[in-house]
Protein backbone atom coordinates (compact mmCIF):
# COMPACT_ATOMS: atom_id res chain seq x y z
CA UNK A 1 0.00 0.00 0.00
CA UNK A 2 1.77 3.23 -1.27
CA UNK A 3 0.28 5.68 0.75
CA UNK A 4 1.35 3.38 3.98
CA UNK A 5 5.08 3.92 2.77
CA UNK A 6 4.90 7.30 2.19
CA UNK A 7 3.62 7.83 5.41
CA UNK A 8 6.26 5.83 7.66
CA UNK A 9 8.90 8.10 5.13
CA UNK A 10 7.43 10.78 6.81
CA UNK A 11 7.44 9.54 10.47
CA UNK A 12 10.78 8.81 9.88
CA UNK A 13 11.95 11.84 9.11
CA UNK A 14 9.41 14.24 11.47
CA UNK A 15 11.42 11.59 14.49
CA UNK A 16 14.76 12.32 13.38
CA UNK A 17 13.92 16.56 12.92
CA UNK A 18 11.07 17.37 14.49
CA UNK A 19 8.52 18.95 12.15
CA UNK A 20 6.61 21.38 13.58
CA UNK A 21 4.72 21.56 10.14
CA UNK A 22 3.17 18.12 10.24
CA UNK A 23 -0.31 18.58 12.65
CA UNK A 24 -1.85 21.37 14.09
CA UNK A 25 -2.67 20.85 17.76
CA UNK A 26 -5.55 22.88 18.59
CA UNK A 27 -5.93 21.91 22.87
CA UNK A 28 -2.67 22.28 24.53
CA UNK A 29 -1.33 19.62 26.77
CA UNK A 30 -3.02 19.07 29.76
CA UNK A 31 -1.60 20.56 32.72
CA UNK A 32 -1.00 17.55 35.35
CA UNK A 33 0.71 18.03 39.45
CA UNK A 34 3.61 16.89 39.81
CA UNK A 35 4.66 16.63 35.86
CA UNK A 36 6.96 18.21 34.07
CA UNK A 37 7.25 17.57 29.93
CA UNK A 38 10.67 17.57 28.08
CA UNK A 39 10.66 20.34 25.55
CA UNK A 40 11.37 17.84 23.11
CA UNK A 41 8.22 16.54 23.44
CA UNK A 42 6.12 19.30 23.10
CA UNK A 43 8.67 19.95 19.82
CA UNK A 44 6.99 16.50 18.25
CA UNK A 45 3.25 16.60 19.85
CA UNK A 46 1.80 15.00 15.86
CA UNK A 47 -1.44 15.05 17.18
CA UNK A 48 -4.72 17.13 16.04
CA UNK A 49 -6.13 17.14 19.22
CA UNK A 50 -5.80 15.10 22.36
CA UNK A 51 -6.77 11.99 23.57
CA UNK A 52 -5.85 12.00 27.38
CA UNK A 53 -9.34 12.38 29.10
CA UNK A 54 -8.56 11.68 33.07
CA UNK A 55 -11.92 10.03 33.97
CA UNK A 56 -10.95 7.16 31.50
CA UNK A 57 -8.03 6.06 33.03
CA UNK A 58 -7.93 1.79 33.82
CA UNK A 59 -7.50 1.03 37.29
CA UNK A 60 -6.39 -2.71 36.40
CA UNK A 61 -6.04 -2.69 32.45
CA UNK A 62 -3.17 -0.75 30.79
CA UNK A 63 -3.83 2.16 28.46
CA UNK A 64 -2.31 0.84 24.55
CA UNK A 65 -1.24 4.01 22.91
CA UNK A 66 -1.30 3.66 18.93
CA UNK A 67 1.47 5.81 17.42
CA UNK A 68 3.41 6.82 19.82
CA UNK A 69 4.96 10.21 18.23
CA UNK A 70 7.65 12.18 20.82
CA UNK A 71 5.97 10.36 23.38
CA UNK A 72 3.69 13.25 25.11
CA UNK A 73 0.70 11.48 25.77
CA UNK A 74 2.06 8.38 26.21
CA UNK A 75 3.88 10.18 29.35
CA UNK A 76 0.26 11.81 30.34
CA UNK A 77 -1.05 8.58 30.51
CA UNK A 78 1.55 7.28 32.71
CA UNK A 79 1.13 10.54 35.02
CA UNK A 80 -2.40 9.28 35.73
CA UNK A 81 -1.86 5.53 35.29
CA UNK A 82 1.33 5.70 38.37
CA UNK A 83 2.10 1.58 37.71
CA UNK A 84 4.17 -0.24 36.09
CA UNK A 85 3.07 -1.81 32.80
CA UNK A 86 -0.04 1.19 33.38
CA UNK A 87 1.32 2.16 29.22
CA UNK A 88 1.45 0.29 26.24
CA UNK A 89 2.95 2.40 22.94
CA UNK A 90 2.80 0.46 19.47
CA UNK A 91 4.39 2.20 16.74
CA UNK A 92 5.99 0.64 13.28
CA UNK A 93 8.25 3.39 12.65
CA UNK A 94 11.60 1.96 13.93
CA UNK A 95 13.15 5.71 14.47
CA UNK A 96 10.09 6.95 16.00
CA UNK A 97 10.27 4.11 18.75
CA UNK A 98 14.05 5.22 19.08
CA UNK A 99 13.57 8.59 19.49
CA UNK A 100 9.92 8.12 22.17
CA UNK A 101 12.32 5.98 23.89
CA UNK A 102 14.92 8.74 24.86
CA UNK A 103 12.28 11.03 25.00
CA UNK A 104 11.11 9.45 28.04
CA UNK A 105 14.28 9.03 29.70
CA UNK A 106 14.65 12.38 29.40
CA UNK A 107 11.36 12.36 31.25
CA UNK A 108 12.36 10.03 33.91
CA UNK A 109 15.22 13.01 34.69
CA UNK A 110 12.51 15.45 35.24
CA UNK A 111 10.22 12.84 37.06
CA UNK A 112 11.08 10.79 39.54
CA UNK A 113 7.63 9.05 39.79
CA UNK A 114 8.07 7.73 36.42
CA UNK A 115 10.11 4.21 36.00
CA UNK A 116 11.78 2.59 33.24
CA UNK A 117 8.98 0.21 33.62
CA UNK A 118 6.20 2.75 33.66
CA UNK A 119 5.87 2.68 29.58
CA UNK A 120 6.59 -0.44 27.79
CA UNK A 121 7.04 0.81 23.88
CA UNK A 122 6.25 -2.43 21.09
CA UNK A 123 7.30 -2.47 17.35
CA UNK A 124 3.77 -3.24 15.78
CA UNK A 125 0.89 -1.99 13.56
CA UNK A 126 -2.79 -0.86 14.14
CA UNK A 127 -3.61 -3.23 11.81
CA UNK A 128 -2.25 -6.13 13.98
CA UNK A 129 -1.76 -4.90 17.31
CA UNK A 130 0.87 -7.17 19.20
CA UNK A 131 -1.62 -7.18 22.50
CA UNK A 132 -3.69 -9.85 23.45
CA UNK A 133 -7.75 -10.03 23.00
CA UNK A 134 -9.50 -8.64 25.92
CA UNK A 135 -6.58 -7.23 27.69
CA UNK A 136 -6.62 -3.70 27.60
CA UNK A 137 -8.71 -1.09 29.43
CA UNK A 138 -8.19 2.10 27.34
CA UNK A 139 -7.43 2.15 23.30
CA UNK A 140 -6.02 5.64 22.43
CA UNK A 141 -4.78 7.64 18.73
CA UNK A 142 -4.07 10.70 17.76
CA UNK A 143 -4.70 11.98 14.49
CA UNK A 144 -3.59 8.22 12.72
CA UNK A 145 -6.57 6.69 11.89
CA UNK A 146 -7.61 9.22 9.55
CA UNK A 147 -4.71 8.59 7.61
CA UNK A 148 -6.19 5.28 7.02
CA UNK A 149 -8.33 4.34 3.60
CA UNK A 150 -11.54 2.83 4.12
CA UNK A 151 -10.68 -0.87 4.73
CA UNK A 152 -7.56 -0.16 6.25
CA UNK A 153 -9.54 2.13 8.69
CA UNK A 154 -11.68 -0.52 9.31
CA UNK A 155 -9.18 -3.28 10.36
CA UNK A 156 -7.68 -1.07 12.55
CA UNK A 157 -10.81 0.18 14.35
CA UNK A 158 -11.56 -4.06 14.62
CA UNK A 159 -8.12 -4.22 16.02
CA UNK A 160 -8.92 -1.87 18.86
CA UNK A 161 -12.17 -3.95 19.66
CA UNK A 162 -10.58 -6.83 19.72
CA UNK A 163 -8.21 -6.04 22.22
CA UNK A 164 -10.30 -4.13 24.52
CA UNK A 165 -12.40 -5.81 27.44
CA UNK A 166 -15.64 -5.36 27.95
CA UNK A 167 -16.84 -2.21 28.62
CA UNK A 168 -13.20 -0.70 27.77
CA UNK A 169 -12.79 2.80 25.68
CA UNK A 170 -11.48 3.35 22.77
CA UNK A 171 -9.60 7.40 22.79
CA UNK A 172 -10.07 8.93 19.15
CA UNK A 173 -8.55 12.03 17.46
CA UNK A 174 -8.67 12.82 14.07
CA UNK A 175 -9.76 15.16 11.44
CA UNK A 176 -12.93 15.29 9.83
CA UNK A 177 -14.78 17.45 7.13
CA UNK A 178 -18.18 18.98 6.40
CA UNK A 179 -18.05 17.27 3.02
CA UNK A 180 -16.18 14.06 1.45
CA UNK A 181 -12.49 15.32 0.43
CA UNK A 182 -12.27 15.46 -3.92
CA UNK A 183 -10.78 12.32 -4.74
CA UNK A 184 -7.92 14.16 -6.42
CA UNK A 185 -6.89 15.41 -2.75
CA UNK A 186 -7.48 11.73 -1.37
CA UNK A 187 -5.48 9.96 -4.07
CA UNK A 188 -2.30 12.50 -2.94
CA UNK A 189 -0.37 10.09 -0.58
CA UNK A 190 1.58 12.82 1.13
CA UNK A 191 -1.57 15.21 2.16
CA UNK A 192 -2.85 12.21 3.50
CA UNK A 193 0.44 11.21 5.24
CA UNK A 194 -0.21 14.84 6.68
CA UNK A 195 -3.49 14.34 7.98
CA UNK A 196 -5.12 16.35 5.49
CA UNK A 197 -6.77 14.03 2.65
CA UNK A 198 -8.09 11.40 4.64
CA UNK A 199 -10.69 13.37 6.99
CA UNK A 200 -14.23 11.33 6.45
CA UNK A 201 -17.66 13.42 7.29
CA UNK A 202 -17.98 13.30 11.09
CA UNK A 203 -21.72 10.83 10.37
CA UNK A 204 -19.33 8.11 8.71
CA UNK A 205 -17.09 8.68 10.83
CA UNK A 206 -18.74 7.61 13.48
CA UNK A 207 -21.03 4.72 11.37
CA UNK A 208 -17.18 3.32 11.22
CA UNK A 209 -16.89 3.02 14.47
CA UNK A 210 -20.62 1.59 15.86
CA UNK A 211 -20.25 -0.84 12.55
CA UNK A 212 -17.64 -3.13 14.55
CA UNK A 213 -19.26 -3.05 17.60
CA UNK A 214 -19.18 0.21 19.68
CA UNK A 215 -22.93 0.54 21.81
CA UNK A 216 -21.92 4.08 23.10
CA UNK A 217 -20.04 7.09 21.51
CA UNK A 218 -19.23 10.38 23.24
CA UNK A 219 -18.03 13.59 21.60
CA UNK A 220 -15.70 15.38 23.77
CA UNK A 221 -14.77 18.46 21.58
CA UNK A 222 -14.49 19.69 18.07
CA UNK A 223 -13.22 22.93 16.93
CA UNK A 224 -11.62 23.93 13.89
CA UNK A 225 -8.57 22.07 12.49
CA UNK A 226 -7.24 23.42 9.19
CA UNK A 227 -8.80 25.55 6.11
CA UNK A 228 -7.95 23.57 2.38
CA UNK A 229 -8.15 26.52 0.63
CA UNK A 230 -9.54 26.69 -2.94
CA UNK A 231 -6.48 28.35 -4.78
CA UNK A 232 -3.62 26.16 -2.94
CA UNK A 233 -6.06 22.83 -3.15
CA UNK A 234 -7.61 23.09 -6.35
CA UNK A 235 -11.30 23.07 -5.01
CA UNK A 236 -14.32 24.95 -5.77
CA UNK A 237 -14.34 26.66 -2.52
CA UNK A 238 -12.40 26.62 0.53
CA UNK A 239 -13.04 23.86 2.70
CA UNK A 240 -12.80 23.37 6.57
CA UNK A 241 -11.67 20.29 8.24
CA UNK A 242 -12.06 20.24 12.01
CA UNK A 243 -10.66 18.04 15.00
CA UNK A 244 -13.19 15.87 17.10
CA UNK A 245 -12.12 14.23 20.15
CA UNK A 246 -14.32 11.15 20.63
CA UNK A 247 -14.42 8.20 22.88
CA UNK A 248 -16.22 4.88 22.01
CA UNK A 249 -17.02 2.24 24.74
CA UNK A 250 -16.84 -1.58 24.04
CA UNK A 251 -20.43 -1.95 25.02
CA UNK A 252 -23.49 -3.78 22.92
CA UNK A 253 -25.04 -2.11 20.22
CA UNK A 254 -28.45 -1.41 21.05
CA UNK A 255 -31.11 -2.96 18.68
CA UNK A 256 -32.80 0.90 17.95
CA UNK A 257 -29.31 1.91 17.38
CA UNK A 258 -26.31 3.21 19.57
CA UNK A 259 -25.58 5.70 22.00
CA UNK A 260 -24.36 8.68 20.70
CA UNK A 261 -23.26 11.66 23.07
CA UNK A 262 -23.19 15.23 21.53
CA UNK A 263 -23.90 17.81 24.43
CA UNK A 264 -28.04 17.46 23.89
CA UNK A 265 -30.14 18.09 27.07
CA UNK A 266 -33.53 17.93 28.30
CA UNK A 267 -35.34 19.79 30.30
CA UNK A 268 -38.92 19.48 32.05
CA UNK A 269 -40.51 22.23 33.81
CA UNK A 270 -43.60 20.79 33.48
CA UNK A 271 -46.31 21.16 37.09
CA UNK A 272 -44.70 17.77 37.96
CA UNK A 273 -41.85 17.32 40.01
CA UNK A 274 -40.41 14.72 37.38
CA UNK A 275 -41.42 13.26 33.85
CA UNK A 276 -41.14 9.94 32.60
CA UNK A 277 -40.86 9.06 29.26
CA UNK A 278 -41.62 5.38 29.96
CA UNK A 279 -38.89 4.34 28.30
CA UNK A 280 -36.00 4.42 31.27
CA UNK A 281 -35.47 7.89 31.23
CA UNK A 282 -36.89 10.08 34.20
CA UNK A 283 -36.25 13.79 33.97
CA UNK A 284 -36.59 15.92 37.21
CA UNK A 285 -38.28 19.06 36.99
CA UNK A 286 -35.82 22.35 36.37
CA UNK A 287 -32.63 19.77 36.13
CA UNK A 288 -30.61 19.56 32.64
CA UNK A 289 -30.19 16.25 31.66
CA UNK A 290 -27.76 15.33 29.04
CA UNK A 291 -29.25 13.03 27.01
CA UNK A 292 -28.13 10.87 23.43
CA UNK A 293 -29.07 12.01 20.04
CA UNK A 294 -31.21 9.17 20.36
CA UNK A 295 -32.94 9.74 23.36
CA UNK A 296 -32.65 13.67 22.30
CA UNK A 297 -35.24 12.96 19.06
CA UNK A 298 -37.71 10.82 20.93
CA UNK A 299 -38.00 13.04 23.42
CA UNK A 300 -38.26 15.95 20.95
CA UNK A 301 -40.69 14.10 18.82
CA UNK A 302 -43.33 13.78 21.96
CA UNK A 303 -44.25 17.76 21.20
CA UNK A 304 -44.47 18.83 25.18
CA UNK A 305 -44.75 22.13 25.69
CA UNK A 306 -42.99 22.22 28.74
CA UNK A 307 -40.14 20.08 27.72
CA UNK A 308 -37.16 21.64 25.85
CA UNK A 309 -34.43 19.86 24.30
CA UNK A 310 -31.50 21.60 23.07
CA UNK A 311 -29.41 21.58 20.48
CA UNK A 312 -25.60 19.61 19.89
CA UNK A 313 -22.57 21.50 21.93
CA UNK A 314 -20.54 18.96 20.49
CA UNK A 315 -18.79 18.79 24.32
CA UNK A 316 -20.11 16.17 26.56
CA UNK A 317 -18.96 16.09 29.91
CA UNK A 318 -20.99 12.23 31.17
CA UNK A 319 -23.98 11.57 32.90
CA UNK A 320 -27.26 11.69 31.42
CA UNK A 321 -29.77 8.49 29.82
CA UNK A 322 -27.94 6.37 29.43
Given at each position: ??????????Y???????????????????R?????????M???????????????I?D?????Y????????L?????????????I?????P???E?C?????Q?????????????Q??A?D???????DD??????????F??????E??????E????????G?????D??????I??H?Q?????????LS???PLE?YL???????????????R??????????????E?????????V????P????GP???????A???G?AQ??D??????????V??????KT??????????H???T?S???Y??????
Amino acid sequence: MQYLEATRRLYTAAAQTPDDQLCCVSTPPWRMPDLQIPDIMHEMNYGCGTTVHPRDIPDDAPVLYIGVGGGLELLQFASLARRDGGVIGVDNVPEMLEACSANLEQARELNDWLTPRAVQLRAGDALQLPVEDDTVGLVAQNCLFNIFREEELDQALREAHRVLRPGGALSLSDPISPRPIPPHLQADDRLRALCLSGALPLEGYLARIVAVGFGTIEIRGRRPYRILDKERFGLDEHLLLESVEVVAYKTPVPEDGPCIFTGRTAIWFGEAQSFDDGKGHVLRRDVPAPVCDKTAAALDALGLEHLIVTESTWHYDGGGCC
